[in-house]
């Protein structure tokens, strides 16, 4: 049995009710119509247990956090002028959409990504020669002292 709003799914086998996290947080507010639905559920199924469903994630995925909009703007004007009026048409189009950033996000990805792996990269490399240095600083400051 499942709900067709996929807001649970009854699991008779393993006896669980699998509901979703946004179901979970509005059948948290007593009286609100999933409370009242998860009410109902444990009432028909009172030996079964409720799991949360949990979202798969695909392991070795790159992602990439602090990627905003302002943050590909910051790289591409780096690049040239016709590479940031293009970015600016990209992200009008994009706004007239559903999924305006993601819609974005994959076209520079597509259209930058190794260039951008390689900056990140190497500001990861500078971030860890720092930390050396000031490793180091404070070795010399200890033996100083």
Do not use: H
Request: aromatic share 8%.
């Amino acid at each position: 049995m499942k709900n067709t709003t996929t807001n649970y799914t009854i699991n008779a086998a393993a006896k669980e009710i699998i509901i979703t996290k946004k179901f979970e947080k509005a059948a948290n507010v007593i009286g609100s119509n999933e409370y009242k639905d998860l009410v109902t559920l444990m009432k028909d199924f009172p030996e079964f247990s409720i799991k949360v469903k949990e979202i798969k994630k695909k392991k070795g995925k790159k992602t990439y956090n602090g990627l905003t909009i302002k943050e590909m703007r910051r790289f591409i004007e780096s690049r040239s002028e016709n590479e940031l009026i293009l970015f600016d048409k990209v992200v009008e189009i994009a706004k007239q959409k559903k999924g305006s950033y993601a819609i974005t996000k994959k076209w520079f990805l597509n259209k930058y990504k190794e260039d951008y792996d390689k900056e990140l990269e190497a500001l990861k490399l500078g971030m860890e020669i720092d930390e050396i240095e000031n490793e180091l600083e404070d070795i010399e400051m200890d033996e100083v002292a």
